[in-house]
């Protein structure tokens, strides 16, 4: 038994209820199971009970086994002074004074054994097996959810860089669209290529090539030791005071189509191009406007499409959300459902277990999915873990 485990049986109540006693003999009523408390002190806050037929109010704090009580300190901590019952796993040596409830002899099985399977699964998610069988209804409402969690989470961390920059917009735009390139392994160093060049600095060199690739493939530390671009760099960096990055570029299992210089080469050329992307981003009236305006050699329509879901949509997701324009929030939702899926290690394993693909939306939400669920083991916070346990 896990402690998470527990704290999930309690607030759900997914235990036996009827002819509930204490440890002690007395009779126990479950009114509300108290609110989940994840800062310091018990477990649950403002849970109601009645023992013996008398209504009590306070805190509950849960252990696998009740002798942890004394193992954590509790006995001493003022935190703990009020609790008004202490649910556990099993009886051995627990506090006195205080109503012990015991849950072991309470809990369908299934749950335990299945979830114990679950915590030890070498596959690609916990439930492979078990994942074909949840009722279809689930994933829409699910999928959704995540959605919306995974761009929340994205506009959070624009909002720090808007912090950051002074509200840039453009210049956020720049640090996520390099970010984007750089990735599935170079997403680190090159935010941090394009965060160590002033936004100003290439603003004065958009339309200078060689200048341009000189200060980013410079500060990767591409370039050769007697080439003109490593003349020109050496210029540049001594006239703007440039810092190197700490993030290495990294080389390891990458196609020679995502080389790190082509791709910083790619992304001088983005630069130069125009007006600032940000507010193409925000004229647009579809993804293929938006997709049609990346005409840079060699970027193909896999890179274009990473561009669109990795940085253009996070960027008009968090403007709408930022700036309460609803309109930008939903029309960054819709690219997203009109947008093929990413192509992926991760998505084609998803495939593989039969799960339906059909857009980024799609591909996005199992990302998430896989992220922050899967990976973390936290099947009982997933609709589908949920679901398959018949919760």
């Not at 507010?279 to 669109?308: I, N, T, Y």
Request: hydrophobic fraction near 45%; include cysteine.
């Amino acid at each position: 038994m896990r402690e998470d485990l527990l704290q999930f049986i309690w607030r759900s109540r997914y235990f036996n209820q009827s002819n509930l006693f204490t440890e002690a003999g007395e009779a126990l009523q479950i009114l509300f199971p108290g609110e989940w408390n994840t800062g310091q002190g018990p477990d649950f806050r403002n849970a109601r009970i009645r023992i013996n037929g008398v209504l009590r109010e306070g805190p509950v704090e849960l252990h696998v086994r009740a002798s942890d009580w004394k193992k954590h300190g509790h006995a001493t901590d003022a935190n703990y002074r009020h609790v008004i019952l202490h649910v556990v796993w099993e009886n051995v040596e627990g506090p006195e004074g205080i109503p012990v409830l015991v849950l072991q002899h309470r809990v369908p099985k299934l749950l335990l054994g299945q979830y114990a399977q679950w915590m030890k699964s070498p596959l690609f998610i916990p439930c492979a097996a078990q994942v074909l069988s949840v009722d279809e209804v689930v994933w829409p409402g699910w999928k959704e959810g995540l959605l919306q969690r995974r761009l929340q989470r994205r506009t959070q961390i624009i909002r720090t860089w808007l912090e950051e920059n002074r509200q840039h917009w453009e210049e956020a735009t720049w640090w996520l669209m390099a970010r984007s390139l750089g990735l599935p392994v170079n997403g680190d160093a090159f935010e941090a290529i394009a965060r160590s060049i002033p936004f100003r600095l290439l603003g004065r060199y958009r339309h200078e090539t060689i200048r341009m690739r000189a200060l980013l493939l410079g500060q990767a530390g591409l370039l050769g030791e007697n080439s003109a671009l490593q003349r020109e760099y050496r210029f540049l960096r001594a006239k703007h005071g440039l810092s190197a990055i700490a993030e290495p570029v990294l080389f390891g299992r990458i196609r020679p189509a995502h080389f790190p210089a082509k791709r910083l080469e790619q992304l001088a050329e983005l630069f130069a191009d125009g007006v600032g992307w940000f507010a193409r981003v925000k004229e647009a009236d579809s993804a293929q406007e938006l997709a049609g305006a990346l005409r840079v050699k060699g970027l193909g329509a896999v890179m274009k499409s990473g561009l669109l879901v990795n940085a253009f949509v996070p960027m008009l997701f968090a403007y709408g959300v930022l700036r309460g324009e609803p309109a930008c929030r939903e029309k960054a939702l819709r690219w997203l459902r009109e947008e093929r899926p990413e192509k992926n290690t991760l998505i084609t394993h998803w495939q593989r277990l039969g799960i339906c693909v059909m857009t980024a939306a799609d591909s996005q939400s199992l990302l998430e999915l896989k992220k922050s669920y899967c990976d973390a083991r936290k099947c009982l916070d997933c609709a589908v873990g949920q679901a398959l346990l018949g919760l």
